[in-house]
């Protein structure tokens, strides 16, 4: 006696989050049932597999028509078909967008295109998250990219009106967007470190500081893309290096008030040119499409990795950069000030969230 | 030309794609009524498009506002080809017609399309404009209100129950019409979901007429069916009970309160500021007139020989042989092989089943003589059956300018069939209306179906006077008047049923079949009982004109207008039955038997009533109704379900009919001897709500019957179970049998102590004072009554009394007793019951899941048995039951209510299980808190109860129109001598824990309600100012929804129940009823069988949903899903399946948000101490 027809529709849709969740982790019904199984639930409930079995397939059956809908969450809420209370559609539109760590850092920056997806069951061996996981998240990611990339407006809103999502979430998925659309490479050996939380971080410390949305909120992909007249100007900082009086200036009025404050004073000293032009040099060249790729590999070969083999602590990272920063607008002939913090806010805060093992 | 209809196309949203080239769609709309058609403008390249069309009007006669749908198609506009059609909505605008229901319709409607489901939403608004009609002869019944609830509706106050009113329409089924050979599927899909839903529409009008004529206003109960006959055609038929309803114009009145017993329990106490005005009710005077009955006359005894004819189809040969009742498996002589036998049985209750009683052939339940003297009245009125008048006679009735009198008279067929039957689709009753109940009573026949050859109806569905025609065409009217006689015929099984059974009703009465290929089983069963006239006439009647026409006592109102005689057999014996109620106290009182205990038609247990000791009760009861609010239960309830597979030959035509008539006794047997087991076995004595299905298929039969088992207080204690071996001397074999005995009787106290049964011990003696011995009387009486013999003296009791002996004579036995141990008891926390409400249970919180569920199982083995069968069909519903309980794990403790199961064999071998039910949570730490307080609150309670009671008789003094036949001093000093009837400590345990429940549980609420006043004061003080005005409902129920902050869908609730935990029903806005076909060509792309019927499911309730939202409300209540025919074809890659389902729209209020308003003087008056609660 085998049974062709199983099913269970309640009038409010039955949603149970375990399933849920190893649904969206892209176990088949037969992995998720044995899952379940070992989680004791049988022993709890007194139920047979059998009734696990059906169970499990009920809800993937109702997951699977949920899916065109969770596409665009708006329409889950606005659709008829099935009745589910609010805070439950919050809850199946948050996990089904939220991603996995480790896949993130995989895509992270990539061109979210079919080349990309191809590569998935790479990723998908590497990350050993399941490839129907890896499928979802990055068709997600996709999306998400679709819909906001021509948008107007602030980068997080939009996400958070069309999908729904938490703000946090959303803030993740801005840090995505931005990172696809500028392509920045994360991928890296010497980028292994980095978390998804410290990209995501500098992602929204350059939205804020170095896109067109900084300065004018009312126009178009205004929070995607950087200030392109902000990066023409960058050039202009070159004089801190150029100059080599204003460099000695800029390197005496630093060493000055670090002294006895940081417990490096001496590498710093030594090595103060180097970094300063490090920073310089990078600045100048962000114009490059090809260069605003490799910022963070620059950021960390060019700063982070030589002050790390002089053994700096966080807080002699922040002394000097507060000091380095601050200390330029004591130099008379340096003009660009405000230029120099727009830039220079932004590389602080970046360097002090990577600045870690 | 009474209506205008005014629709309006607003917008639509998320429609499909139907060009794939932009990905957007040009889509325009069709409003479709009768044969008018408007268009809106195309709305080009948009997936959301906002007509915003003008009004759409459409002036039409009332008769087709009752009958059409509104038909709204949208369609994808192309220059070059036909347009494509996205979807259509069908809408009933029957609820616009009441004055009292849904004023407009207006909300987002699923776009539905047979083929592809839901396809998009589309905003529509539509409204009526209903002129007066004061034609008396019209063909319309506007304003006739019909509700699926099977009690008496929460708002509404039941002034006359005038009886059953039943009706059927006959087309031919358009799948089976040559055409459909030429048509896409789509197209015949809906030619089918329109033509029922215009068949459904024609048959509540012709209801409605009914109505009108009996003088109700309403039909409560009513139950639609559809049977597809397949190539034979299609068959509407409804059934239910007309009653005068008369609308508690303050809703507010009502104090608040969780159960709905306690709710029906206020309501006659509630005084109608304008008694004599019916608010929508039948508009013609009621007049004083005395008609001039001739009984004997309209009950011409006909020979059995003239109803057979009657109820020949063609084809079939004559059978010699009327509806002759015979009883049980034993009389193969009664029986003839004839296709056309009725089978029918008395489920009885307290035959007690004992097989070493006579021999096993023996009828268990015989009875001397089954009323024959009256057979179909209507065989002598030829064929004109009721409302099924010919085209001619509908003319004839137009010209006649007669009054209502001699309109009856012109139609005198008409006139006395509907009196004919007594019955009463309700379940639940106004406390004080049942007097007695007998037991159930059943029949079934099988009867041969046959093509309808019609050459009138060479259908073009376009046209929709096409089946009209058909209809009202003489020569097809014998088609319906076929079925119709069938239904008479078993209907009249069932009331002389209830005759042997000393009761002059039957209640909780419904209908069903079972169609497989040309053989159809058709069934009817409810409970006979004894209804109390003086309760309709003095307690609810008040106010009624018919009250004035003073009638006899002993006059009941079913009969009201015809003065049948024949309703009360016995005059001496109703009077007499009368001075009992009267001293019997409430709560056991309808236990107590009807028929005369020295000649009862069958076998059975009698003894004293253990709550009175006053009357005779049966050892068990088993009846179709819901239990009595007032009723005494010890414990809780439990589902209790017999399960039952035969199998059976292939055959064709009569030989087929022939043997499944012959093995239908045996399987009623069974079925009942399993109840029987199983119920002793859970240690309880009485099954209520029973539904028993029988289902025929190709080569099987199967039975299914479910209800809730209770223990009554009234019912003896039952005796345990008694297992008997064959070889007594065989070693081995008694210890198999002890272990077994040892098993069952653990079991016996495992269900005992899960239940919570534990009777008060109440030693012999005491029982038996009145009258000494009664157990050696009613063996006496057995002696007497003739199946039991000899055999009887023999008493196998080991020691315990009254104990049930299984005989284990051979294998089959002892599978019987197997089965009986392998059904499991629900998980902790879990309970189950198919009625509405679960006994013990009260503290319901509002925490509700209505769900369906269906398995199609597939029987493996070829060479299948019918104990393999057995176990294959028990394992499936046990399965299920245990898949119920483990999804629904979240809301424990809780409790599945009105457990629909529904049975069908589409294919050989093929089984298929569809349940309906609704999981309520409820709350377990109040309920201790009840336990505990009651005592000290007990005498508070009293003497609240003695201010309730008297305002009874004090409202009914009230009344200057009454005549009262009783004083009301007399009335107050019968209240108190009830009230003094029983012990006042047993009152106050069993009747008044579950108000006092409830009072606590407003008061917890209550608590809450402030601490939440206090958050939003000012919202809530603006809503209670909306509460005062009627006008502001509309406010209420947008606040009534939970606020779900960033949705614009309003959460509808679905229940197969009457009510909403936790809320009032404050409109009842129409009755629902759906049908839907979907059909797919891609079923393995669509998720296989389970993929399309889940999606399938889904949808129909989202647009039972969105039909209700569109009303106005924001829940249906008694939902039911009346069909659900899945068939697929996986070599072929289809499948189809259709939907039938119904229910009441409501709007419901949170008992919370009622609460806060202020405190009314009426609550104040009914329920002193929640004020007193309050103001503290």
Known sequence: MTNDLDIFV?????????????????????????????????EQTGATVDVLQSDTMDHYRTFHMLERLLHTPSKLIHQLHFQIPPSRQAMLIERYYAFDEAFVREVLGKKLSKGTKKDLDDVSTKTSITLKSCRRQFDNFKRVFKVVEEMRGSLVENIQQHFLLSDRLARDYAAIVFFANSRFETGKKKLQFLTFEDFAYCAEQMIQNWTLGAVDSNVDDMDVDLDKEFLQELKELKVLIADKDLLDLHKSLVCTSLRGKISVYNEMEANFKNLSRALVNMASKLIHTKDVRDFFIDLVEKFIEPCKSDKWTLNDVRLFLTQYTTSAHNLDAFRHQALWDRYMSTIKSCLLKMYHD | MPGKLKVKIVAGRHLPVMDRASDLTDAFVEVKFGNTTFKTDVYPKSLNPQWNSEWFKFEVDDEDLQDEPLQITVLD???????????????????????????????????????????????????VDLFNDLNRFRQSSCGVKFFCTTSIPKCYRAVVIHGFVEELVVNEDPEYQWIDRIRTPRASNEARQRLISLMSGELQRKIGLKVLEMRGNAVVGYLQCFDLEGESGLVVRAIGTVCTLDKISNTAFLPACNSPSKEMKEIPFNEDPNPNTHSSGPSTPLKNQTYSFSPSKSYSRQSSSSDTDLSLTPKTAPSPQGPRIFLFPSSPTLSCGSPQLNKSCLLLPGSSLNPLHSSHVSPFVLRKSVSFTEELLLAGMGSGSAGKEGGPFKALLRQQTQTALEQREGSPHRFCRRREFPFFTLTAFPPGFLVHVGGVVSARSVKLLDRIHNPAFVGIMGNTRSYKLLDWNSFNSDEPETRDAWWAEIRQEIKSHAKALGCHAVVGYSESTSICEEVCILSASGTAAVLNPRFLQDGTMEGCLEQRLSWQPGFFSIGSEKGEVDF????????????????????????????????????????????????KVPDVLFTTIDLPAEAMVIGKGCLIQARLCRLKKKAQAEANATSISNLLPFMEYEVHTQLMNKLKLKGMNALFGLRIQITVGENMLMGLASATGVYLTALPTPGGIQIAGKTPNDGAYEQHVSHMQKKINDTIAKNKELYEINPPEIPEEIIGSPFPEPRQRSRLLRSQSESSDEVMELDLSHGKKDAFVLEIDDTDAMEDVHSLLTDVPPPPGFYSCNTEIMPGINNWTSDIQMFTSVRVSRLSNINLTNQTLNKNFNDLCENLLKSLYFKLRSMIPCCLCHVNFTVALPEDEVIQITVTAVAITFDKNQALQTSKVPAEKTLQRASTDNEEQLQFPLELCSDPLVSQPFSPAKEVLENAGSHTGIPAAQRATSVDYSSFADRCNSWIELIKLKAQTIRRGSIKTTASLDKA?????GHLRHRSVPSCTNSTVSVVKMTPLSFIPGAKITKYLGIINMFFIRETTSLREEGGVSGFLHAF???????????????????????????????????????????????????????????MVPVQPSAAVSQPASAGDVTT
């Open chain 1, 10 to 42: 309640g009038n409010t849709t039955l949603i149970d989050e375990e399933v849920y969740q190893l649904w969206l982790d892209g176990y088949s019904v037969s992995d998720a049932v044995s899952l379940r199984l070992r989680s004791g639930i049988l």
């Open chain 2, 77 to 127: 506009h192309d220059t070059y080809s036909a347009n494509d059609a996205i979807g259509k909505v069908y809408i009933d605008i029957d609820p616009l017609l009441y004055s009292e229901a849904a004023t407009v319709i207006s909300g987002w409607f699923p776009i539905y399309d047979t083929i592809h489901g839901i396809r998009g939403e589309i905003n529509v608004v539509v409204k």
């Open chain 2, 568 to 615: 009360f057999p016995q005059n001496q014996d109703s009077s007499s039955l009368l001075g009992i109620e009267e001293t019997s106290p409430p709560g056991c009182g309808f236990f107590h038997i009807p028929y005369d205990e020295l000649n009862m038609p069958f076998p059975a247990h009698l003894t004293y009533c253990y709550n009175c000791r006053k009357q």
């Open chain 2, 1029 to 1033: 005005s009627p006008l502001a409902e």
């Open chain 2, 1097 to 1155: 499911i889904a949808e129909v309730f989202a647009m039972v949903r969105a039909h209700v939202a569109a009303l106005g409300g924001n829940a249906v209540v008694s939902y039911i899903m009346k069909q659900c025919v899945f068939m697929e074809n996986p070599n072929k890659n289809q499948a189809q399946c259709l939907i039938n389902v119904s229910g009441d729209a409501v709007i419901v209020v949170r008992e919370s948000e009622l609460e």
